[in-house]
């Protein structure tokens, strides 16, 4: 008897499922809605604000990890392990670093990117065999992401992963959670419930991806792999980015069109034409 109403009851007293400020959605205008939805989006930046010094710490400390060899990996489920895996995919096109430096782990494996996977978050055990099978080391660090707190994959993953030596953090949209107590920072981003109660792919969401976007695109620029404002070590993987490149060489160093681009194309990388126009 205990053991079914003890998640009911976690679900009652969780923020982001808790219920909705507006009712009879059904029954609002298309403008209605929008309004409503962008009202409680407009929560998000200030919640996420709060929680900078955390974030900040986190950051400082992965980038001191990650110059010395390490990893850092991201763990959810559902959208939350999609976010992960899709800030994990971008960071090699956009800096040019190896697919192994940020790596994104989801509940169900990557057929869980497109669909769910019914029951794999709740395996507590799951999570870490998956970081062990990339010899994950005490140099790494492991991010839990999960909007509850209370995800048994994720919660078992950074338990372990802590238990290991391994510097653990988590981001989350509630607050004091299975999840936060069982790591080193915990980056809880309170951003209230839902504009459809429990829809944590809203705000929740929302307020997760910006968070990631802050860890990653510090760590970046933390690692040398952005010039002034730009991107010099970005893959170029299509036509759009090559002009971007060609721009920027003209603009640094002064080459026109025809050069700028021969040499982009030659070298590989903006960064890369940087230093041997700089050597010779």
């Keep these: ?45 200030p919640a996420v604000q709060k929680a900078i010094p955390q974030i900040e710490q986190l950051v400082s400390k992965v980038v001191d990890r990650v110059k010395k060899g390490g990893r850092l990996f991201y763990i959810g489920a559902g959208t939350s392990g999609r976010l992960g895996i899709l800030d994990a995919s971008e960071i090699p096109p956009t800096y040019g670093v190896g ?41 790494d660090t492991v991010v839990g992401i999960a909007a509850s707190g209370r995800t048994p994959y994720v919660i078992g993953a950074v338990a372990k992963a802590r238990e290991n030596g391994i510097l653990t953090a988590c981001i989350t949209n509630n607050p004091g959670s299975e999840l936060a107590a069982n790591v080193d920072i915990p980056i809880e981003v309170v951003v209230g419930p839902e504009f459809v109660s429990g829809s944590t792919r809203m705000k929740s969401g929302t307020a997760q991806k910006l968070v990631l976007n802050m860890i990653t695109t510090t760590l970046m620029i933390k690692l040398d792999r952005v010039k002034g404002n730009r991107m010099v070590n970005m893959q170029l993987t299509n036509q759009k ?3 971007r490149g060609t721009r920027m060489i003209m603009e640094e160093l002064g080459f026109d069109e025809e050069k700028a681009r021969r040499l982009l194309l030659l070298h590989g990388s903006v960064q890369k034409v940087l230093e041997a126009n700089k050597a010779d």
């Design 241 to 243: 980015l090559v002009e």
């Design 99 to 139: 697919y192994n430096l940020v790596i994104g782990l989801i509940a169900g494996g990557d057929q869980a990117i497109r669909k769910a996977v019914e029951s794999a978050e709740d395996n507590r055990e799951l999570g870490w065999q998956e970081l062990q099978a990339f010899n994950i080391s005490e140099h």
């Design 1 to 45: 008897m205990t053991t079914e109403i003890q998640p009911l009851f976690m679900s009652i007293n969780s923020i982001t499922e808790s219920e909705s400020l507006y009712n009879n959605l059904e029954e609002m205008s298309v403008r209605q809605l929008l309004e409503g939805i962008h009202e409680e989006d407009c929560k998000v930046l």
